[in-house]
């Protein structure tokens, strides 16, 4: 098999499974925590306040967090993403005004998905626990 026809069938198989062509793009870059709720959120609030405080972490991890409240995208860590926030609901599955996690790996899959807040500490570990993770961690990646 030739170099070029395995580097495109690596290329296909790396395809995210959120199937957007603009999140597409992000995949092996950024890992992605969304955090779903309203201005008013207490939940949403605290999940913040949580993460902002532990910036070194959410670099070292190469995250990109955003806030979607009602029809916008607040950026939280790192910049915002190329998509609207219909779009990222409806990728995610996510339609309502409630309080909700969603992390997206490096791959573009759903890796966690809850409904409350989630501690800095168990958010890393949970990381550090995947493969793509652990590869980065061992210098090889």
């Given at each position: 098999?030739?170099?070029?026809?395995?580097?495109?069938?690596?290329?296909?198989?790396?395809?995210?499974?959120?199937?957007?062509?603009n999140?597409?793009a992000?995949?092996?870059?950024?890992?992605?925590?969304?955090?779903?709720?309203?201005?008013?959120?207490?939940?949403?609030?605290?999940?913040?306040?949580?993460l902002?405080?532990?910036?070194?972490?959410?670099?070292?991890?190469?995250?990109?967090?955003?806030?979607?409240?009602?029809?916008?995208?607040?950026?939280?860590?790192?910049?915002?993403?190329?998509?609207?926030?219909?779009?990222?609901?409806?990728?995610?599955?996510?339609?309502?005004?409630?309080?909700?996690?969603?992390?997206?790996?490096?791959?573009?899959g759903v890796?966690?998905?809850?409904?409350?807040?989630?501690a800095?500490?168990?958010?890393?570990?949970?990381?550090?626990?995947?493969?793509?993770?652990?590869?980065?961690?061992?210098?090889?990646?």
């Open positions: 098999m030739s170099a070029l026809v395995l580097a495109a069938l690596l290329s296909i198989a790396a395809a995210p499974v959120v199937a957007s062509p999140l597409s992000m995949g092996w870059e950024m890992r992605v925590l969304v955090i779903f709720g309203t201005e008013h959120d207490a939940e949403f609030a605290e999940q913040r306040r949580l902002e405080a532990h910036a070194a972490g959410l670099e070292d991890r190469d995250m990109l967090v955003v806030g979607v409240v009602g029809d916008r995208i607040e950026p939280i860590f790192g910049d915002t993403l190329p998509v609207d926030a219909a779009t990222l609901r409806r990728q995610l599955a996510h339609d309502g005004d409630d309080f909700a996690i969603v992390l997206l790996g490096k791959d573009g890796k966690l998905r809850q409904d409350q807040p989630i800095p500490a168990e958010l890393f570990a949970f990381i550090d626990a995947m493969p793509v993770r652990r590869t980065e961690m061992s210098g090889e990646g």
